[in-house]
């Protein structure tokens, strides 16, 4: 499966992003969906992951209640809604996907496909 993201960019302190990945190859709905993001001289860390269906979901402590990850299988693209963004946001986020089976929990990590990522930047 091939991943490309969009919607990144420049926000202010408090702003709000969408970043999209759409997907193409196998069958979307076959995936668990993750994002991630890796700041300068920082390890890559999860973000958000989103279930085959899109019925289950998990957040890192640093952004729930923030950002909500979601999905449309029609559309094969899965979105991040960025809120009350601040300037630790800063990172490249890519989105990434695991082929797991239906009853399967969000995965945390063992992504299988990864995008190439796009930057965010949040000013003060």
């Known amino acids: 499966v091939q991943l490309v993201e969009s919607g990144g960019g420049l926000a202010q302190a408090g702003g709000s992003l969408r970043l999209s990945c759409a997907a193409s190859?196998?069958?979307?709905?076959?995936?668990?969906m993750g994002w991630f993001r890796q700041a300068p001289g920082k390890e890559r860390e999860f973000v958000a992951g989103?279930?085959?269906?899109?019925?289950?979901?998990y957040y890192s402590d640093s952004v729930k209640g923030r950002f909500t990850i979601s999905r449309d299988n029609v559309k094969n693209t899965v979105y991040l809604q960025m809120n009350s963004l601040q300037p630790e946001d800063t990172a490249v986020y890519c989105c990434?996907?695991?082929?797991?089976?239906?009853?399967?929990?969000?995965?945390?990590?063992?992504?299988?496909?990864w995008g190439q990522g796009t930057q965010v930047t949040v000013s003060s």
């Open positions: 989103i279930s085959r269906s899109g019925s289950r979901t």
């Open positions: 990434a996907a695991k082929l797991t089976i239906v009853t399967a929990p969000v995965p945390l990590f063992g992504y299988d496909y």
């Open positions: 190859g196998r069958p979307f709905s076959s995936y668990a």
